[in-house]
């Protein structure tokens, strides 16, 4: 194998929740441009069928799986779904996540209701996606990749349940790294701030204030992230380039 076909993903299949829009979406026609098949689930219908167009633009097979990540047996049907279409999954990517309603809180001032909603999101989603991929891997073994976040490190003091839930994502990252070794190798991707709709809804900002946020992060990279950005992340961490890297949060933050 050269150095180049070591980033290839030819014939691979990707899973990737939260896949209709925004990073999610990025992740998924990433992996397809590197040659894997990818199955996209979110709750929205339309956005997966517009991914799913790009995907086989690409030259590869698309899947639109409608799902409820905080949903268990969804989670477990989209598995059985992808591996009766597209067959058996080797990369799985638990990127569905954010702020429910929008709304970042201190920890203290959080509602019990919002607080079960965030770790719902946040961390039951990317325990079951991780639960139902190690089953659907047993055999062949695979890689699993958790988005996780920059808040995830230090304190949040004004979104202290997001972050919680994310450093909790890491934990998990780690411990499941374990537990399924050595057939199936499992990372965190840790992005930085990416402006999609989500951020922009979560921020109270818009694409205008794009060059204002830049200027006051102070980056050192000198410039928000792009999707590809974590989709170059994430196709690397599922290539056999990194067939020796496993328990590890690779932080895609400009710097920051």
Sequence with gaps: MTITDAFKLTDQVAVVTGGGKGIGRGIALCLAEAGADVAVASRNRDDLNEVVAEIEKRGRRGLAVPTDVTDMGQIEALGETV???????????????????????????????????????????????????????EEAGGVIINISSRTAFGPQSKNGPYAASKAATNSLTETLSVELAPKIRVNAVAPGPIPTQNFFESTGTNEAAVPALEEALKLPLQRLGTVEDIGAAVVFMASPAASWITGQCLYVAGGM
């Excluded at 309603?101 to 039951?124: F, G, S």
Aim: hydrophobic share 40%; net charge negative.
């Design 83 to 137: 591996s009766a279409e597209l067959g058996t999954p080797t990369i799985w990517v638990n990127n569905a996540g954010g702020l429910p309603d929008a709304t970042p809180r201190y920890l203290t001032r959080t509602p019990e209701d919002r607080w079960d909603a965030q770790v719902d999101l946040n961390l039951k989603s990317v325990w079951a996606g991780s639960v139902t991929a190690a089953k659907c891997m």
